[in-house]
């Protein structure tokens, strides 16, 4: 069974860091492309980083140059290493598996919360 549990969120300040887990079982994380996603309150889903299973990384521009996407294959674990955080990082962020970004759909935890803000 594909299982994905995501952790690490909290309340921080503008300009603070976090750093998102999830950890994966039923599968390799290694093997297959893995996304981080979130959803901030009354807004639509929105995809953040992703990660194949060659190592390349994507994100998405907002995030760009303050956020790492990453995988620890011996732990089954992928990543978000979150800085210079904004209030608009605000949301509930879920790893996903088998991810469509057409339609945001995918195998997805339960999320963690992280909130931004003074």
């Known amino acids: 069974e594909v299982k994905l549990v995501e952790s690490g969120g909290g309340l921080v300040q503008p300009g603070g860091s976090l750093r998102l887990s999830c950890v994966a079982s039923?599968?390799?994380?290694?093997?297959?492309?893995m996304n981080w996603v979130r959803q901030a309150p009354g807004k639509d889903q929105e995809w953040v980083a992703g990660i194949n299973a060659v190592g390349a990384r994507y994100y998405t521009e907002s995030v760009q140059g303050r956020f790492i996407i990453s995988r620890d294959s011996a732990k089954n674990t992928l990543y978000l290493q979150m800085t210079g955080l904004k209030p608009e990082d605000t949301g509930m962020y879920f790893c996903?598996?088998?991810?469509?970004?057409?339609?945001?759909?995918?195998?997805r935890g339960q999320g963690t919360l992280v909130t931004v803000s003074p």
């Open positions: 996903a598996k088998d991810f469509d970004m057409r339609d945001m759909s995918g195998i």
């Open positions: 039923g599968f390799q994380i290694s093997n297959v492309a």
